[in-house]
């Protein structure tokens, strides 16, 4: 992880950290760096299971970042540690399940970093899994939405 001081450090985390998180974590990468913001903003993005460790992202997924003009690199899919609570400012998760699952490895947000992306940009309901869904411009379109939203939220200061 990049250790520069005075960057505020976003981490994205969902089921396998091979479809929604990346695309959060590369969304937000490719929306800071176009406005002149990746010095003052860092993410990265994890899952809360093993299941896809190591993994890139999934092709159908992969394809529509790059059909929206996203740029994407070979991405290692990570689980979330205790570590990563410490490290990171706003841990950002895309459903209930995940706020279940991360509650197994951090039992307790005491510092309260941790919350659904779409409660915290304030936008309603969760951010569905396109691997059991299919939608992967669907969900594309919702993250996206949701990162436009945490960039003014964090640029305002919040």
């Known amino acids: 992880m990049v250790k520069i001081k005075n960057m505020k450090k976003i981490l994205f985390v969902c089921h396998g950290n091979i479809c929604r998180s990346v695309t959060a974590e590369f969304v937000f990468k490719y929306l800071t760096k176009v406005n002149n913001l990746d010095t003052k903003f860092y993410s990265e993005s994890r899952a809360t299971t093993k299941e896809e460790i190591g993994n890139d992202i999934y092709p159908p997924m992969k394809r529509t970042l790059i059909e929206n003009g996203i740029t994407v690199s070979r991405h290692y899919a990570k689980q979330i540690t205790k570590q990563d609570y410490e490290l990171y400012d706003l841990i950002l998760?895309?459903?209930?399940?995940?706020?279940?699952?991360?509650?197994?490895?951090?039992?307790?947000?005491?510092?309260?970093?941790?919350?659904?992306?779409?409660?915290?940009?304030?936008?309603?309901?969760?951010?569905?899994?396109?691997?059991?869904?299919?939608?992967?411009?669907?969900?594309?379109?919702?993250?996206?939405?949701?990162?436009?939203?945490?960039?003014?939220?964090?640029?305002?200061?919040?």
């Open 93 to 158: 998760l895309m459903d209930e399940e995940n706020m279940y699952g991360i509650k197994r490895i951090i039992p307790q947000d005491y510092l309260h970093k941790i919350y659904l992306l779409t409660e915290y940009v304030g936008v309603s309901g969760e951010i569905e899994d396109p691997w059991y869904t299919g939608r992967y411009e669907f969900v594309y379109n919702m993250i996206k939405n949701c990162v436009e939203r945490l960039i003014e939220k964090l640029k305002n200061g919040d």
